[in-house]
């Protein structure tokens, strides 16, 4: 009896243009095997133009290349049944006053938001109170809590974010990143299942 061969294909990938997908992109390949570097250079796919930039590479099509060519091994595959890959084009920088323009953008609604947050809680009020319960004075602008407030505020955003600019405090991933790669899961599972080219092929046929 003869040892399975294992492949064990990648959920998702993202690689540079190029002619052709080949097995060693999209999988792991183990057993034991006397031609492994002939099975993970097995070409899958042929890039053409009307792929685009996304292509579903499916396991029946490694599975079927396989067997083809090795009638007498086992293929077995493990993980995810689909690999989505990621054509990475060159792009553009963006010029400095978008970027500039977007940025502006983004700071002035973010701090809309603070300020209709605290508008909506009545946060002024609060702070007067609170000055007034601690030194039974009636202040309108009870500073030496505003302004540590203020701080506390951007060095509260920071911690939760935990990044600053390209620096990350620790090796936890932030809500961004975890939201990002919910969306990404999301988005590649949806590819796998309306963008299988083998899978359309097999129902026109």
């Not at 938001?113 to 000055?131: C, G, P, R, T």
């Not at 951007?154 to 975890?178: A, C, D, T, V, Y």
């Not at 939201?179 to 299988?196: G, M, P, R, S, W």
Request: hydrophobic share 40%; net charge negative; proline share 5%.
């Amino acid at each position: 009896m003869t040892t399975p061969i294992y492949v064990r294909m990648k959920q998702s990938i993202r690689i540079p243009v190029k002619e052709e997908i080949r097995l060693y992109d999209v999988a792991k390949v183990t057993g034991t095997l006397l031609k492994k570097q002939t099975i993970e250079n097995m070409i899958l796919h042929r890039i053409k133009a009307e792929d685009k930039n996304i292509i579903v590479i499916d396991s029946y099509s490694i599975v079927d290349q396989i067997v083809t060519r090795f009638p007498e091994r086992e293929v077995e595959i493990l993980g995810p049944n689909q690999c989505v890959v990621h054509i990475e084009r060159k792009k553009k920088k963006p010029p400095l006053l978008v970027v500039l323009f977007i940025w502006l953008l983004l700071f002035i609604g973010a701090a809309m938001a603070i300020m209709n947050f605290h508008y909506d809680v009545a946060m002024e009020s609060v702070q007067q109170k609170l000055h007034y319960m601690l030194t039974g004075e009636e202040e309108k602008h009870p500073l030496w809590i505003q302004v540590p407030y203020s701080v506390g505020l951007g060095i509260g955003m920071i911690l939760f974010f935990n990044h600053w600019f390209s620096k990350k405090f620790n090796e936890e991933p932030n809500p961004m990143e975890i939201e990002v790669f919910k969306y990404q899961e999301d988005l590649d599972h949806y590819v796998a299942i309306h963008e299988n080219k083998v899978e359309q092929k097999d129902e026109d046929s």
